[in-house]
């Protein structure tokens, strides 16, 4: 019997996401990414650009927002 994947908190990275925590990936963020958001109890959702409601195209959302509870905004290192 193999059990499944299960954690406390997932800390992910993503490229653009919406308030709702809707996902965009880039290249290899979207491996694992997806997996653990729905892994785990708590996913905080570090992203790049945080887009309007609606700013999203429904076809390239990766992660819906039900198995995100955290967005959080950082701006690229200079």
Same mark, same amino acid.
């Given at each position: 019997?193999?059990?499944?994947? #299960? ?6 990275k993503?490229? #653009?996401?919406d ?7 880039? #290249? ?22 945080v ?28």
């Open positions: 019997l193999e059990y499944p994947i #299960k954690a406390d908190f997932a800390l992910i993503a490229y #653009k996401g308030r709702w925590g809707n996902l965009v990936y880039r #290249k290899s963020a979207r491996n694992f990414g997806p997996i653990m958001a729905m892994a785990a109890d708590v996913t905080i959702a570090q992203v790049s650009e887009v309007e409601l609606g700013g999203l195209d429904p076809e390239h959302i990766i992660t819906p927002g039900i198995f995100v509870q955290h967005v959080v905004q950082v701006q690229p290192a200079q």
